[in-house]
């Protein structure tokens, strides 16, 4: 049996448990596409998740590209966590936008 490749995994993100409405409004991204587009020049996978009580950006790479390549777009308070998926399993070779 062929051993499983593991994808290194990095996820910033802020909700209504870690911050008030107005918080969440100031992180969203409101160029979705012109993100994205930018995400797949950094990552091999990116997805980005808002919703009315979230926001998060889930890539694949380590955490302290994704922490960099947030903060040069203003975002530096997202929540951050890090580990690996499956190869197989993981994210999309082509961003996502998911509404």
Same mark, same amino acid.
């Given at each position: 049996?062929?051993?499983?490749?593991?994808?290194?995994?990095?996820?910033?993100?802020?909700?209504? $448990? =870690?911050? *008030?409405?107005?918080?969440i409004?100031?992180? !969203?991204?409101?160029?979705?596409?012109?993100?994205? +587009?930018?995400?797949?020049? $950094?990552?091999?996978?990116?997805?980005? +998740?808002q =919703?009315? *009580? !979230?926001v998060?950006?889930?890539?694949?790479?380590?955490?302290?590209? +994704?922490?960099?390549? @947030?903060?040069?777009r203003g !975002?530096?308070?997202? @929540?951050? =966590? =890090?580990?690996s998926?499956?190869?197989?399993?993981c994210?999309?070779? !082509?961003?996502? @936008?998911?509404?």
């Open positions: 049996m062929a051993e499983e490749q593991q994808i290194p995994l990095a996820i910033a993100g802020v909700s209504h $448990h =870690t911050a *008030n409405v107005a918080a409004e100031a992180f !969203r991204f409101g160029g979705e596409q012109e993100f994205l +587009l930018e995400a797949a020049g $950094h990552f091999s996978g990116a997805l980005l +998740l =919703t009315c *009580n !979230r998060e950006i889930i890539v694949e790479g380590d955490l302290d590209s +994704l922490k960099s390549f @947030l903060g040069k !975002r530096e308070d997202f @929540l951050y =966590t =890090t580990g998926g499956r190869s197989g399993t994210l999309p070779s !082509r961003p996502v @936008l998911i509404r």
